[in-house]
C-alpha cells in the first residue's frame, strides 16, 4: 500500500482528492494538510510514500515542502499540483526535486497516476507538458545544441560515462563534465534519465541504447 500526504489550502479541492485516491486500492491517505507547516509536521510524524501538494499555500509554496523533504529523503515521491501550470513553473518543480507535475485542470487520474510513478520513480520527473515546455525554452528550435554537445549527447544516450565520453571525444574529463551540464540546463534536465527522454520527444534523438557498464561510469 503507497501512503499519501495530501496537501491543500482549498478545503472542497482537498476532500474531493483525497476521495478520488482512497478509491484507489493500492493509494491510501494517511494525512492531509493545509499549510506547509502542517505538511511537514505530518512528513515528519508518518513518512508518507507519497507527498501531493498545492504549489500556492498560505505560508510558502509547495516547492518549500518539496526542498525540505528532499533535503531528508531521496525515496520519498513528491507531486506539484497548480492552477498556474506554465513553463517557469514546471521547470522549478523540476529543479527542486519533484517527482511530478499536475495541473489542477488536469483529470483526477492523472494525479492518480503521477501519484503512483512519483511512488516507484521518486527522482524521476513527469510532466504531461514538459516537452512543449523545454521545446519553448530552447527558443522552439531544437538546434540550440551546439555541435559538440549533440556529440555529446549521442554518446550518453549509448550509455558512456564521463571518463568515456571524454576519451572517445579527444577532451578532458572537466571538458566532457561541461558539455553534459550545458545539455542537462537546455533540455531542462537534472539527470542522464530526464535529458534522454527529453531528447527524444522533441526530435533530438531517434532511440537510446542501453547502458555499456564499461564505459558508463
Avoid at 1 to 10: A, E, K, N, Q, S
Avoid at 124 to 130: A, E, I, P, Q, R
Wanted: proline share 4%; with cysteine.
Amino acid at each position: 500500500m503507497t501512503t499519501v500526504l495530501l496537501v491543500d489550502d482549498h478545503e472542497l479541492i482537498r476532500s474531493g482528492l483525497a476521495a478520488v485516491i482512497d478509491l484507489e486500492p493500492d493509494l491510501e491517505i494517511v494525512a492531509t494538510a493545509a499549510t506547509v507547516a502542517e505538511a511537514l509536521a505530518s512528513f515528519t510524524d508518518l513518512l508518507p510514500d507519497v507527498v501531493i501538494a498545492d504549489l500556492q499555500l498560505p505560508d510558502g509554496t509547495g516547492l518549500d515542502i518539496v526542498r525540505a523533504v528532499r533535503r531528508t529523503s531521496a525515496s520519498t515521491g513528491l507531486v506539484v499540483l497548480t492552477m498556474h501550470s506554465g513553463d517557469d513553473q514546471i521547470f522549478a518543480a523540476m529543479e527542486a526535486g519533484a517527482s511530478g507535475f499536475v495541473g489542477k485542470d488536469a483529470p483526477a487520474q492523472e494525479v492518480v497516476r503521477t501519484a503512483r510513478h512519483a511512488a516507484v520513480s521518486p527522482r524521476s520527473f513527469v510532466c504531461s507538458g514538459l516537452a512543449q515546455a523545454v521545446v519553448r525554452r530552447a527558443g522552439g528550435s531544437a538546434t540550440r545544441l551546439s555541435d559538440r554537445e549533440h556529440d555529446v549527447l549521442l554518446l550518453l544516450a549509448d550509455g558512456l560515462g564521463t571518463a568515456a565520453i571524454a576519451e572517445r571525444l579527444f577532451m578532458s574529463e572537466s571538458t566532457a563534465k561541461s558539455h553534459i551540464g550545458h545539455i542537462y540546463q537546455k533540455l531542462g534536465a537534472s539527470n542522464r534519465a530526464q535529458a534522454l527522454v527529453t531528447a527524444m520527444r522533441i526530435g533530438l534523438l531517434s532511440s537510446v541504447r542501453p547502458p555499456d557498464p564499461a564505459g558508463a561510469r
